[in-house]
Nanobody, 122 residues
């Protein structure tokens, strides 16, 4: 069982930056691939970024490539999402997710966090 708790959301102006954190409980954190998803009002939840259990491989949605960076610190059981050059269309609830491998975490995560709100004003 893995429990995920996101933090770091908030209100930021367009062009600004935020860093989201996701703290995971459980001794097997470093055996899970981790990911971030987001859901804007009236839209379906969409994949944002993922990282392998070792951190050696990362994956991004085209809409955030070159602006967002996913990373992890297995010693701290934490995964991060650094978001730069934010746009109003990045406004959404951001969810942390975990799955046994990188392919699964991008499609059908096993575990979800409760989400953190990110609002980008124009």
């Amino acid at each position: 069982q893995v429990q995920l708790v996101e933090s770091g959301g908030g209100l930021v102006q367009a062009g600004g930056s935020l860093r989201l954190s996701c703290a995971a409980s459980g001794r097997t954190f470093n055996s899970y691939a981790m990911g971030w998803f987001r859901q804007a009002p009236g839209k379906k939840r969409e994949f944002v970024a993922a990282i392998s259990w070792s951190g050696s491989r990362t994956y991004y949605a085209d809409s955030v490539k070159d602006r967002f960076t996913i990373s992890r610190d297995n010693a701290k059981n934490t995964v991060y999402l650094q978001m730069n050059s934010l746009k109003p269309e990045d406004t959404a609830i951001y969810y942390c997710a975990a799955a046994p491998n990188s392919a699964l975490v991008q499609k059908t995560p096993t575990y979800w966090g409760q989400g953190t709100q990110v609002t980008v004003s124009s």
